[in-house]
């Protein structure tokens, strides 16, 4: 990152998951180079009995209050235009990601779902109001944010970044990586391409 102003990226779910335990104290501020947001409307999914029995960490202490204290504030003129965005800004995603995404999205009662779900559309819309960036592994929020001009950071380029720091170092990394396979829950089928083309190094064995 260039000398300045911090960039800020409000988080998806599935990014705080991968990496805010294993980087506390150090995930939501502190640091000149990124400021990272959370949105009220993640709140459900991380409250979810299915989340907390597979992170048990999600809502213990300190982690909620630390989540409370980054939730991003919006007054209620700027919650109704984000609200209202949703509609215009779904119709672009669903263009944009039928083109690259071959399979749709199907619901329990079976009938066919956007590509974006609707915390990913908050995420989205939130970002773009504020013109900000998103801390993502979601490929169908990555693609669409990217069309929109936003700023698209991953957990391995955090994790590049947290290690320029000094918050973690190779051999926390490649803990890291191998604790995100042990939940089966790396960050995309092409990891490890990524990992290579970040890191300047082979990705850890993992086990």
């Known amino acids: 990152m260039t000398a300045g102003a911090p960039q800020h990226l409000v988080v998806d779910s599935c990014a705080y998951l991968r990496l805010a335990t294993h980087v506390h104290p150090h995930f939501w501020g502190g640091h000149p180079d990124y400021e990272l ?9 991380l409250s979810g009995k299915r989340l907390m029995s597979k992170f048990v960490w999600l809502n213990r202490d300190p982690h909620p209050s ?6 991003l504030k ?4 700027e919650s109704k235009t984000i609200e209202e965005s949703k509609e215009h800004v779904l119709e672009h995603a669903e263009a944009i990601l039928q083109e690259v995404i071959p399979h749709a999205r199907v ?8 590509h974006l779900s609707p915390t990913d559309l908050s995420v989205l819309c939130t970002a773009l109001h504020f013109k900000y ?3 993502t592994d979601e490929f169908a929020l990555s693609k669409v944010a990217r069309t929109l001009g936003l700023a698209v950071v991953s957990s391995l380029r955090m994790l590049h970044y947290f290690r320029s720091i000094k918050v973690v170092d190779d051999a926390k990394i490649d803990a ?3 604790r995100w396979h042990d939940a089966d829950d790396l960050p995309s ?10 890191f300047r190094r082979s990705p850890p064995k993992l086990v």
Do not use: H, M, Y
């Not at 919006?74 to 003129?77: D, E, G, K, L």
């Not at 619901?107 to 956007?114: A, E, M, T, V």
């Open 37 to 45: 947001w959370a949105i009220a409307e993640t709140n459900p999914e």
């Open 66 to 71: 630390n989540r409370a204290k980054r939730q």
């Open 74 to 77: 919006i007054s209620r003129v």
């Open 107 to 114: 619901g329990r009662d079976g009938n066919q779902l956007p």
């Open 133 to 135: 960036g998103v801390l």
């Open 176 to 178: 890291i990586v191998q």
């Open 189 to 198: 089928n092409q990891w490890a391409k990524e990992f290579r083309s970040v």
